[in-house]
């Protein structure tokens, strides 16, 4: 069976602060993946940040997650890949790629895979599991690995908290990003991780968003990329300052994300975006939602 699959892929915050490599949160800005039978192999770019997308098909990441699962008889295919995640890095711009090609692989052939199937391969292509599973199920999403098993509890996140996102204009990648973390980490710094990390969770679910300024904070990580990220210290105080519940770096960064009111939204993107564009050359800013829905579906557009 071969056939053609519209996937439209949330953006995705890792960590949240203390959560390193265990929490995502899918975010409102939707990248979309179409795979349809032609003669070659060929990509077609689309959206705001077309220029991203790699044209060549082996290093293209959706393409490369769909022809992991495709069938060895399966022929050509083209993929118009529509890109609106910022790329500058923070925001599950690759895990989008990646559940995008695999569930329209899941998709296309028919092949049935679940949730935690497709979440075990795609975390395999990205190597950590935080973006991967909120861009699959959409909300906030807990992952923990447990010896060959990858457990994920989605939890559903707040329809209040208003979302901020600034993205400075350096580049961070990933790769450097964890090559800078310290293997090992004391067990003070670890503590203070566990409760944090816990108490985001229990700040959220009861309503006592005033927590989330101590549970954004982060020992293990966010103190060694402050050097690769200059607007990450003062770009967290400047959304508390204009009001925002919690702050942290998205991911590996340069992406910063807040939390705030949803009647501060502005007030607080203005002021990170001003340490932003100090820091750098410029800055994109979003107000955004969580995503409750995950890799969805759609009804294909017809063929160019
Ligand atoms: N949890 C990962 C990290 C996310 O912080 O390295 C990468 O976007």
Do not use: W
């Amino acid at each position: 069976m071969t056939g053609r699959a519209r996937i439209s892929v949330p953006a995705s915050s890792g960590n949240l602060g203390a959560g390193f490599d265990v929490f995502g949160l899918a975010i409102d800005v939707r990248d979309e993946y179409q795979f349809e039978p032609a003669g070659r192999d060929s990509i077609e770019p689309a959206g705001k940040f077309l220029r991203h997308v790699p044209r060549d098909t082996r290093r293209n990441l959706a393409f490369r997650a769909f022809r992991s699962l495709a069938p060895a008889a399966a022929g050509p295919y083209r993929l118009r890949a529509v890109r609106e995640i910022p790329p500058q890095g923070g925001l599950g711009g690759s895990a989008s790629a990646i559940v995008g090609g695999l569930v329209a692989a899941n998709h296309a052939f028919g092949l049935g895979l679940d949730d935690d199937e497709l979440l075990r391969r795609a975390t395999h292509i990205e190597g950590h599991p935080d973006n991967v599973a909120a861009a699959l199920l959409g909300g906030l999403v807990l992952t923990v690995q447990s010896d060959a098993a990858l457990h994920a509890v989605r939890v559903p996140f707040p329809s209040d908290i208003g979302i901020v996102v600034v993205v400075p204009g350096y580049h961070v990648p990933t790769a450097r990003a964890r090559a800078v973390l310290p293997a090992d980490v004391s067990r003070s710094d670890a503590v203070a991780n566990l409760g944090r990390a816990a108490m985001l969770v229990a700040a959220l679910q009861t309503g006592r968003y005033a927590e989330l300024r101590v549970a954004t904070q982060d020992f293990l990580h966010q103190p060694y990329r402050a050097e690769l990220n200059p607007a990450l210290k003062p770009g967290v105080q400047a959304a508390l300052d204009a009001g925002a519940y919690g702050a942290a770096l998205s991911g590996s960064g340069p992406t910063l994300i807040a939390f705030a009111p949803k009647d501060r939204t502005m007030r607080v993107a203005g002021a990170m975006a001003d340490v932003a564009i100090d820091a750098s050359s410029g800055c994109e800013t979003y107000v955004a939602n969580a995503a409750e829905t995950g890799a969805a579906e759609m009804e294909p557009l017809a063929s160019a």
